[in-house]
């Protein structure tokens, strides 16, 4: 763990659950740490008690729709600290229905956040990262994809194309910006609360209170993965509960 002290970490939906859990334990770890989300007093909560730790934190209030708020994120972290090393894209939403229920807003939704909002995330760090000759992207995907199941068919479908083109980069990396796909299972955050279909999220509240992990199990994944030697690679992690499906 040696390699976390002094690296620069931007985070994308850091206000709670599991961008808000590596945010602290980066930040106990030492590492400087800045923040982005939509809820700007949470963010602003969370970055004084990493302060009060005796840790480094900053944050912006962001939206990943919007490409301008990521350039935004990644500036913050270059003239705060005089580098990014590592880009945390972990912002997502779902909205879980059969596909002939023809939710399109929702639809629209998860792409914009859970496939632009990722890739506007790879955009604005690139370039830093390509003037350092070095960087790390962790892209937080999911299990879902992985597993193909009803009513989760959209969903899945913007984390697998961001595990499609995560390896696509790897592949086009000179080695120099490392990538890393984390794809957790039932985590224990309020990842339901933004499901609009009521029987959906009902399930997806029962699975989490039988079996969620807690978030710092994906923070610790992230932890192992960036703390790497620089010619050393983690390229995906799946972590969820032992008893999950």
Known sequence: MQNIKGKVVAITGASSGMGKAIAVE???KG???VLGARRTERLQQLVEDIKSKGGEASFTTIDVKNKADLVQLVTKAVEQYGKLDVMINNAGISQLNRI??????????????NLKGVLYGMAAAIPVFQQQQAGHIVNIISTAGIK?????GVYAGTKNAIRTIGEAFRQESDGKIR???ISPGYVNTDFASNIRNEEMKAAIQQGME???I?????????IYAVSQPDDV???EIVIRPSKQN
């Open 26 to 28: 980066l930040a106990e």
């Open 31 to 33: 590492a400087k740490v």
């Open 100 to 113: 002939d229920d023809l939710d399109i807003e929702g639809w629209e939704e998860m792409i914009d956040i």
């Open 148 to 152: 193909i199941t009803p009513m989760m």
């Open 179 to 181: 990538i890393t796909g």
């Open 210 to 212: 039988q079996m969620a």
């Open 214 to 222: 807690d978030p710092i199990a994906i923070a610790n994944a992230v």
């Open 233 to 235: 690679e983690i390229g």
